[in-house]
């Protein structure tokens, strides 16, 4: 059964330095997403992403953050300048339209120094 | 906006015992209604779905979910819990009609099994 998968599982970083989470998400899926999960809080949306440009972002998603595609299977979630409260595990997701079901890597844990 | 409330945050059960994890939503409509599971250092796995039809769905691992419209909620219930059931679930809406199918999650229900 295909997986989606995200590298690297623990990402350590110095506050103020880019970090770049990556996965690869199931090869028919047309829509992808970014999640993040503080420790001890909710699964919070942070942005989705079809048809090679953001569809929605959230208010988490600011400036700092960006998201591609580059070669059509590797999605990407950069973040310029980490900030102590960047630390979280991030998801991503993927689905085959906007409205079927997504289905989620195994995250990244980001800790920000 | 659509929000989730999972008014358990942690449930202890003995093993063979039955189960009910709460979920309300708020939303305008029928929203599209998950249930996911998380294993430590594990990712979301998908226990189940709602979209429309039949108010009771089955899923994987012998959970099932009913839809309630009068009181927007989506509870769910496993008539036998394993000890490999111990995990943290988590319900889920999703807004019809809009294209890019943003989840909204609540705060995660964590299960321990007593043996």
């Known amino acids: 059964e295909p997986e989606v998968t995200q590298t690297p599982s623990h990402q350590v970083t110095q506050m103020g330095q880019e970090v770049i989470l990556r996965c690869v998400p199931i090869?028919?899926?047309?829509?992808f997403y970014w999640y993040r999960q503080i420790l001890g809080q909710k699964v919070e949306f942070l942005v989705s992403?079809?048809?090679?440009?953001?569809?929605?972002k959230s208010e988490i998603f600011d400036d700092q953050f960006s998201v591609e595609r580059p070669d059509g299977s590797n999605f990407t979630l950069k973040i310029r300048s980490t900030k102590l409260e960047d630390s979280a595990m991030y998801f991503c997701?993927?689905?085959?339209?906007?409205?079927?079901?997504?289905?989620f890597g195994p995250g990244t844990r980001l800790t920000v120094l | 906006a659509q929000s989730v409330t999972q008014p358990d945050i942690h449930i202890t059960v003995s093993e063979g015992a039955s189960l009910e994890l709460r979920c309300n939503y708020s939303?305008?409509?029928?929203?599209?209604l998950f249930w996911y599971v998380q294993s430590p250092g594990q990712g979301l796995q998908l226990l189940l779905k709602?979209?429309?039809?039949?108010?009771l769905v089955q899923g994987i691992k012998g959970f099932e979910a009913e839809f309630k419209r009068s009181q927007s909620s989506f509870n769910l219930r496993k008539p036998s819990v394993h000890w490999s059931d111990a995990a943290e679930y988590f319900c889920?809406?999703?807004?019809?009609?809009?294209?890019?199918?943003?989840?909204?999650f609540g705060q995660g229900t964590i299960l321990t099994v007593h043996p």
């Open positions: 997701a993927g689905g085959g339209s906007g409205t079927d079901t997504q289905y």
């Open positions: 090869s028919n899926h047309l829509y």
């Open positions: 992403f079809y048809n090679n440009e953001i569809s929605e």
């Open positions: 939303y305008g409509a029928t929203p599209y």
């Open positions: 709602y979209f429309s039809g039949d108010t």
């Open positions: 889920a809406v999703g807004a019809p009609g809009t294209s890019y199918g943003k989840l909204t």
